[in-house]
């Protein structure tokens, strides 16, 4: 069985800023699992993990422009007072700003008009190249319910652990 759209996939995973911090791992949060083609991997990554098997593993680079394309990232209509007038606005300048919850989110300035600002929203990863190792460890077929897994091989038995043959009971 390969992975294909619909399937329900399980990985274990590492996913990194290229020559970076590690951004995901399971080895922090445990396998992943999801529904392949509903678009809650990254795109880029679901391309590469198509046609795998269970068992199968992969290493590979995404960059940055197929990781996070820019032209799909949101974009808001801010108004021009929100930016400091100490700064000139112009098309494609960057700014950081301040999230309701306190965080901070860098923005690219799309347009201008007289009162107000389109920007895009540029997340931290936005613009870096990833790298990424990962293992299938399951596959389900939602229809049939077939199961492909990765099982490791039951404990040896105590007589064959410590190489001892038995000999049979006389009775």
Do not use: C, W
Not at 17 to 27: A, L, Q, R
Not at 107 to 125: Q, Y
């Amino acid at each position: 069985m390969k992975v294909a759209a619909g399937s329900i996939v399980k990985l274990e995973y590492e996913i990194r800023v290229k020559g970076g911090d590690v951004i995901e791992s399971s080895t922090k949060s445990g396998p992943v699992q999801y529904v392949h083609g509903e678009g809650r991997m990254l795109p880029a990554l679901e391309k590469r993990i198509e046609g795998l098997e269970a068992g199968a593993t992969l290493e590979g680079e995404i960059p940055a422009a197929e990781a996070m394309p820019e032209d799909a990232l949101p974009t808001r209509r801010i108004s021009r007072s929100e930016f400091p007038s100490s700064d000139p606005l112009t098309v494609g300048a960057m700014f950081e700003a301040h999230t309701a919850t306190g965080g901070t989110v860098d923005v690219r300035i799309l347009a201008i008009d007289e009162t107000h600002v389109t920007a895009r929203l540029m997340p931290p990863l936005a613009g870096k190249d990833l790298t990424f190792k990962l293992r299938v460890v399951r596959i389900e077929d939602p229809v049939s319910h077939l199961v492909q897994v990765v099982r490791k091989p039951p404990p040896p038995l105590p007589g064959e652990a410590l190489n001892i043959e038995l000999e049979p009971d006389e009775g």
